[in-house]
């Protein structure tokens, strides 16, 4: 049971984080905790009924994160290099007047 | 929860607070690598070591690195206005202490509220035996230590990479066996024209 606690303690983290902060970077990084939880979540479901396909949903999981993780991060580091800028509010609100 | 649980819990616990409490991009992404070595060492010990490390190959071998090197592309700091200043903090807050407990209370003590089917109850009801909390009660049985990861591992690399599509299985053989008994009970052909 301590590692569902875990996953949920990750989870509920990552949200926080995700709502808290104004850096891109940070949103992503919080987002990835997110994922984590998840996968932490499937693999202690695994471990608790005794069943392998949790750790191979983990495992699939995993991989996902990963491609995610570098996809984004290239969309972050393009939009650095066009606005100057990782502030969330303010591209949302140059977006808007550009719209 | 026992005590050495509750000491390999205190790892995370730090390291999630660093991640919501500093400013600065670096020491988050090194909070969240903290955080991903101490959760895959508490895999592996608890029999999930192929995730266990998996989760140190990709998450902070990659994913980690990959967000060292953009923070340093992109000169991050900590001391900009939009890195301290929290956004929405009682909704964040709000959200993130109401969801935990909801999770908690589906998980962990859903089993004691009454009303509610738990696990014991369903499988009473099911019969099916996989359902148990104590995985160790199923590992004693019917398999030896490490086990899990060598069949795993076995799973993976032998049905997706290394299996010969010519070489006839198990299932083929299966299949064939059935495909004749479907012609069998059908009879000779033209028999009902």
Known sequence: MTILVISALLFCTGIVGFCLRRNAVLMFIFSELMVLGAVVASVGYALLWAEEKGQILGLVLLTTAACEAAMALLIIGRIYRTKRTLDIKLLSSRGEQEE | ???????????????????????????????????????AGWLAI?????????LVII???????????????ANQTGQAEY??????????????ILLFLMMLF?????????????????QAQTGIEKITSDRRHVDQQNRAPFSRTARLSVELFSRFFLADPRKRTVADDRHDELCRDRAATKGPPGRYQ
């Open chain 2, 106 to 122: 589906s998980t962990v003590w859903r089993e004691g509220v009454p009303g509610l089917v738990n696990r014991s109850q369903m």
């Open chain 2, 46 to 54: 608890n029999g999930a070591e192929f995730i266990g490390i998996g």
């Open chain 2, 83 to 96: 890195e301290r200043a929290p956004n929405r903090p009682v909704l964040a807050w709000a959200a993130g």
């Open chain 2, 1 to 39: 929860m026992s005590v050495a649980e509750f000491v390999a819990l205190l790892p995370v616990l730090e390291g999630l607070g660093g991640m919501v409490w500093l400013s600065s991009p670096v020491y988050v992404a090194i909070c969240f690598g903290g955080i991903l070595l101490v959760i």
């Open chain 2, 59 to 73: 998450y902070a071998g990659a994913v980690v690195v990959t967000f060292l090197f953009l923070i340093m592309l």
